[in-house]
């Protein structure tokens, strides 16, 4: 699959500091999805600490922004080109959200 970035798509080559505001931009506008491991030009690159890398996901959905939006927000890992990729999905929610 290539991947292209768009209005509802995020490519993130790695987790940084950006990921909470990208969360928050799909909670207050529309659906969208946050790749990780995935190049700006839409080549995986992979995640190398695949474990650490969801759990840190799911720490930041559970704690740095509210209204907690974990019902909204779900995490999975993908295998593509031999290698793991980080798929969010993010649902529009009915509230205002905010970073914590």
Known sequence: MKYIETEKIELKRNLNDSFEKEVVAFLNSHDGLIYIGIEDNGDICGVDKLDETMKKIAD?????????????????????????????????????????
């Open 60 to 100: 930041i959905v559970a704690t740095a922004i509210l209204p907690n939006p974990q019902e909204l927000v779900k995490v999975k890992a993908l295998y593509e080109a031999s290698k793991w990729i980080i798929e969010v999905e993010v649902k529009k929610g009915n509230s205002l959200y905010y970073i914590n």
